[in-house]
């Protein structure tokens, strides 16, 4: 167990929809990264927070957006879905924002299904 | 853009086999990180590599980082069914992110 929480763990919904994935951070860890993994794509970096402020942007769509809260659990909002949105979601928490050896403990993922 | 390639995508041995992954790139990193990820799981760090030439064992499992830190390789001893899984390197820098490669997936036959 990382110690990182997603919830929900499936999730199953329709194209033009709006879902919202939440993560509870490692105790301790001021961080959350949020990560998309497509079947032929790998992990692909999407945003990170650190301590209640967006740190960085990678290939972010618009229809996407995140926020991390003062308790510092973290919610990925998806919208108008597309049937390409499909894939697992990842969140990932570390101590610090950056670093050489900045080390993350990722979640059991979200898997999202647009039908 | 700073690009991770692993090799091989896929790789099918016997229990008691030997073999190494690879994770290349053009691109200087400050650390070279190894997960595993299992079907259902996210993927679980196995070590961290921060000095070109680093060499760390982890039992059955013999991780390096090459001299000008743009590649790495992790090598299985004697593998196991339970080596089984997708083996993921990362390259960090000093900054945030993690750049991921696609993966090598692992099977072991008993």
């Known amino acids: 167990d990382s110690g990182v929480t997603q919830t929900p763990k499936h999730l199953i919904t329709a194209t033009g929809q709006r879902v919202t994935l939440r993560c509870s951070p490692r105790?301790?860890?001021?961080?959350v990264y949020w990560y998309q993994q497509s079947l032929d794509q790998g992990l692909q970096f999407l945003i990170q927070?650190?301590?209640?402020?967006?740190?960085a942007k990678g290939n972010i769509l618009e229809r996407f957006s995140a926020q991390q809260f003062p308790d510092l659990h973290s919610e990925l909002n998806l919208s108008s879905l597309e049937l390409g949105d499909s894939a697992l979601y990842f969140c990932?928490?570390?101590?610090?924002?950056?670093?050489?050896?900045?080390?993350?403990?990722f979640g059991a993922g979200t898997r999202l299904s647009v039908l | 853009t700073q690009l991770l390639e692993q090799s091989p995508q896929f790789l099918s041995i016997q229990e008691g086999e030997n073999l190494t992954v690879y994770c290349n790139s053009s691109?200087?990193?400050?650390?070279l990180q190894w997960y595993r990820q299992e079907p259902g799981e996210g993927p679980v760090l196995l070590v961290t590599?921060?000095?070109?030439?680093e060499v760390k064992k982890l039992k059955r499992l013999t991780f390096q980082f090459g001299d000008a830190r743009k590649d790495s390789s992790l090598h299985i001893t004697a593998a196991q069914p339970g080596d089984t899984g997708l083996y993921l390197c990362?390259?960090?820098?000093?900054?945030?992110?993690?750049?991921f490669g696609s993966g090598t997936r692992l099977l072991v036959r008993p």
């Open positions: 990932a928490s570390s101590v610090a924002g950056a670093g050489t050896q900045n080390i993350q403990y």
């Open positions: 105790s301790g860890d001021l961080s």
């Open positions: 927070y650190y301590n209640g402020e967006e740190r």
């Open positions: 691109s200087v990193f400050s650390s």
């Open positions: 590599v921060v000095t070109g030439g």
């Open positions: 990362a390259g960090g820098d000093s900054s945030y992110k993690l750049i």
